[in-house]
């Protein structure tokens, strides 16, 4: 909150205090949305000066507080700095066939992760960027090489390994800028024909990247990250080992990519909504050496918020269900929720 001149009062602003006449009658409660009238009103009262709520007072949410913190606003200055430099890279390659290095997108994903104070913080940032709709795919490459940062640490991977799986998350979705914007972002539900079109996506990438000078694993992300564990993913079905062990990593980071990132047509889910809709897909889709650490730490990074339940409690994140990832034991004042027994409640939001 902050205290203004009440000559500088606009409507829409919202009384942090109430306010009192020089007889101690309350003229205006906390919480009022500020009139023209309740402004000619502390004029005739001679009020000068007013506590007003701020954005950051008006959060409800983590990530609505996160979106007004100064933190994230210097983040955002950095993303939306390199966004174009990225995108530039790709559609000169994409489109005019000019060559580009690794060591150019690493410089990238160096720039803007360490504009995050933490891993879980990067994560939390990336959850409040809306991406213009002209850079959605884009956007969607560069987010995916920032998560393949944290998921990658998350994960012990050596230098090496890590480096690699960032230039693999840059790259492995190249093969939807060869295919029509509205089919990629489409809202609705495909048809089957449209669904086959987007499948080639995998085979278009790869055609485009092997004739560079690139780690053969990110040849092999570009082709296999919709291959998944049981057989029922593409191009190849393959199973188990036959597919890449970073495909299998950019594989989860995908997912988790796009159920956390907003849409005009849609909300980004909260973290443990979308480790809810991993269990639902069925952990044998993935990996389950490589995708029960990471959801194991998405959960743990959200110990100690509160959570908002769909019966209307807010609730303190105690403690993660090993064997239900998705459904923590809450504290409730005195009491303690386990949602692994508690089935009809969900998790509305992050507060």
């Known amino acids: 909150m902050k205290s203004i001149a009440r000559m500088s009062l606009t409507p829409g602003m919202v009384i942090g205090e109430d306010i009192y006449s020089y007889k101690n009658d309350l003229l205006l409660s906390e919480g009022t949305v500020i009139t023209d009238s309740d402004i000619a009103k502390l004029s005739r009262y001679s009020i000068m000066c007013v506590t007003i709520k701020e954005a950051v007072d008006l959060a409800t949410t983590h990530f609505e507080k996160v979106r007004v913190s100064q933190e994230f606003h210097d983040f955002e200055k950095i993303y939306n700095k390199y966004m174009p430099v990225f995108k530039n890279i790709m559609v000169d390659f994409v489109e005019k066939g000019k060559p580009f290095g690794t060591h150019s997108l690493m410089g990238i994903y160096h720039a803007i992760s360490t504009a995050a104070a933490s891993e879980e913080m990067l994560l939390d940032f990336l959850y409040n960027m809306l991406p213009s709709e002209d850079n959605l795919t ?204 508690k089935r009809e409640l969900t998790i509305q939001a992050i507060i």
């Not at 480790?275 to 897909?281: A, G, L, R, V, Y």
């Open 138 to 341: 884009h956007a969607h490459c560069l987010n995916s090489a920032l998560i393949a940062g944290v998921f990658g640490k998350w994960s012990g991977l050596s230098q090496e390994d890590l480096e690699i799986l960032i230039q693999c998350a840059f790259l492995y979705d190249i093969g939807k800028l060869k295919l029509p914007y509205n089919l990629i972002w489409k809202p609705d539900k495909l048809t089957d024909l449209e669904f086959e079109q987007i499948k080639t996506h995998t085979m278009i990438g790869f055609n485009l990247l092997k004739d560079l000078n690139m780690d053969q694993h990110i040849l092999n992300a570009a082709l296999m990250h919709h291959e998944r564990n049981d057989g029922t993913g593409y191009p190849s079905k393959l199973v188990g080992k036959q597919i890449d062990r970073f495909a299998k990593y950019i594989a989860i980071i995908d997912s988790y990519e796009a159920m956390t990132s907003a849409r005009t047509y849609r909300q980004s889910l909260n973290p443990f909504l979308v480790i809810e809709n991993f269990e639902k897909k069925g952990f044998a889709k993935y990996d389950l050496e490589f995708i029960v650490p990471i959801l194991a730490k998405v959960a743990q990074s959200q110990i100690g918020y509160t959570v908002l339940l769909s019966d209307g409690r807010k609730c303190l994140v105690e403690e993660i269900n090993t064997a239900a990832l998705s459904r923590p034991r809450l504290r409730y004042e005195d009491e303690i929720v386990d949602l692994s027994k």
